[in-house]
C-alpha cells in the first residue's frame, strides 16, 4: 500500500457507512452503524500500516491505495 491523503481516506470511510464519532487526542474515531470502530490519525496523509488496519476493519480498500 501506499501513502494517501487523510482527506480521500475519511471519504471513502464515510461512503462505506462510517461517520465521525469526536476526536480525542491525535485520532478521530470513526463507528459505522453495526459497530464496527477504528482510530484514524490526524495527519495530512495517512500510513500504509493504518490503511492495512482500515482494510482489516472494513474488509477492501479502494484499488488506487495499493
Do not use: C, N, Y
Not at 463507528?31 to 490503511?51: K, T
Request: a positive charge; glycine letters at 10%; hydrophobic letters at 30%.
Amino acid at each position: 500500500m501506499k501513502h494517501t491523503k487523510r482527506k480521500e481516506v475519511e471519504q471513502f470511510l464515510t461512503k462505506e457507512g462510517f461517520a465521525s464519532k469526536g476526536t480525542r487526542g491525535p485520532h478521530e474515531k470513526f463507528r459505522h452503524e453495526d459497530g464496527r470502530v477504528l482510530a484514524l490519525p490526524r495527519h495530512r496523509v495517512i500510513s500504509p500500516g493504518v490503511l492495512r488496519d482500515i482494510e482489516k476493519v472494513v474488509g477492501h480498500v479502494p484499488a488506487s491505495w495499493k
